[in-house]
């Protein structure tokens, strides 16, 4: 069955330091998604990707975020300064279609550590 | 923003079956009723989605009240692997044009050997 991948399961990066998180969407989705999950909190989503721009984007999608699709299967999400307050778990997910009737596949995460 | 209610929690008892319930009593009439889980360090996981009529797919069920404020996801059978947290979610006019979904706190479900 086709699966979204994840990597790295597990970055540890000191504050100030960029980080990059990638995924592999299954191969026939069109709809890319990241959202993130705080320790004992809600998942939230941060960001929404189709057609090689973003179509949405959350409050907490600042600025020091950004996201890209570099060739045709990786999807990465990128920090530019982490802050403490970044550490999560980041969830990238992805649809064939955008409509309300579709489900979202999410990878395992990559769990992000600030230091 | 249409908005559900579920308990905080629930506990079910190995090989019996389980009805998380979730109130949507704003429902409007294009929003889609979806349920994910999530296990222990997981990610979400898509279990099942349903407008009106009743749903039922290889993981379990979903009645859907008449009126469509209410909903319940069956799990006919459950075992150890389906403890997790359980998230009824709204997908509508609301959830942005590609359909983000919002999460709630959900259900956690524990099942007992």
């Known amino acids: 069955e086709p699966e979204v991948t994840q990597t790295p399961s597990h970055q540890v990066t000191q504050m100030g330091q960029e980080v990059i998180l990638r995924c592999v969407p299954i191969?026939?989705?069109?709809?890319f998604y990241w959202y993130r999950q705080i320790l004992g909190q809600k998942v939230e989503f941060l960001v929404s990707?189709?057609?090689?721009?973003?179509?949405?984007k959350s409050e907490i999608f600042d600025d020091q975020f950004s996201v890209e699709r570099p060739d045709g299967s990786n999807f990465t999400l990128k920090i530019r300064s982490t802050k403490l307050e970044d550490s999560a778990m980041y969830f990238c997910?992805?649809?064939?279609?955008?409509?309300?009737?579709?489900?979202?596949?999410f990878g395992p995460g990559t769990r992000l550590t600030v230091t | 923003d249409a908005k559900t209610t579920q308990p905080n929690s629930m506990e079910s008892n190995e090989e019996e079956p389980v009805h998380l319930p979730c109130n949507h009593s704003?429902?409007?009439?294009?929003?889609?009723i979806h349920w994910y889980r999530q296990l222990p360090s997981q990610g979400p996981e898509y279990v099942i989605h349903?407008?009106?009529s009743n749903v039922n797919n290889r993981m379990a069920s979903l009645a859907i009240a008449e009126d469509r404020k209410s909903s319940t996801l069956i799990l006919h059978r459950a075992t150890l692997r389906d403890a997790a947290v359980y998230y009824c979610?709204?997908?509508?006019?609301?959830?942005?044009?590609?359909?983000?979904?919002?999460f709630g706190k959900g259900t956690k479900l524990s099942v007992k050997p």
């Open positions: 349903g407008l009106t």
């Open positions: 191969s026939n989705h069109l709809y």
């Open positions: 979610i709204l997908r509508g006019g609301y959830g942005g044009s590609q359909g983000n979904l919002i």
């Open positions: 997910a992805s649809t064939e279609l955008a409509g309300y009737s579709y489900e979202q596949y």
């Open positions: 704003t429902i409007s009439g294009t929003d889609y």
């Open positions: 990707f189709y057609n090689n721009e973003i179509s949405e």
